[in-house]
């Protein structure tokens, strides 16, 4: 079954909702990057969430998220475009640590405590707009819910959660955001926080086999919730040999020569994927002569 992303209001259009089940997309970023339990949850918590986050941009824009944090994982980069596609990769893929003291995978122990949660939104204007605030966890959730409540003043719950088999491949995973709009009733709210305080962890819902849409209504009452619209998500790279070639063009053609010269051709490698691209002594040398022109 594809991973579907659910958009809903509810309260009368006081509340805004999301819900995304994204254990293929995390199951797929997990088997590129060969990542270990504690950088899996920690990948996949970020791809949810920047799934949530770019659920209502335009088809051809794009959103970055990057968490750069003080822990063993290194600095994890997720981009998410308006059709539902995502890609991320995370620096240091085989971090696995002792689970917490919930018993949990220790997501925080991973990442960090100490750095910075960064937005990068290019909607196609002159220049993409960049938030950035401080890392205030490093469970990831709770980085998600500060950034939206402090950098684009709405006040937001985020739930996150990413279920790792014995043998490192993916169980589940998935998440909500709930946002509080300009209006909201004061009952309302405190209805919101008793709700929020009352649900239970992601992956516990996803493993029952609770749909996104079946969340939403678990967490807000089905009575009161409007569903918008329900669309398929995927991890989805769209890295190319040309693309690349770009790239290798803009470091020059002499430092184009000294390669061929000295390892006879290149082999990149995308980030976000880990695909390969080779090319030869001949492939460089074209490209060093576009280059030159």
Known sequence: MTD????ATAFDGQIRVRAVD???VVASAQEKHDSWSASSAALGRTLAGTLLLAADIKD???MTVQIAGNGPAGKIVVSADGQGHVKGYIDQPHVSLDSN???KIDVRGAVGREGTFSVIKDLGLKEPFQGQVPLVSGEIAEDFTYYLTVSEQVPSAVGLGVLVNPD???ACAGGWMIQVLPGCSEEVIDQLEASIADMPQVTDLLSQGLTPEEMIYRLLGQDQVKILSQEEVSFKCDCSKERFAQGLAAIGSQELETIIEEDG????VCHFCNKTYEFTADELRAIAAQARA
């Open 101 to 103: 003291a919930q018993g």
């Open 60 to 62: 051809d824009a794009k």
């Open 4 to 7: 579907q992303l659910v958009k």
């Open 168 to 170: 490192e491949s993916i």
């Open 265 to 268: 051709g290149a082999e990149t």
């Open 22 to 24: 994204a254990s293929q």
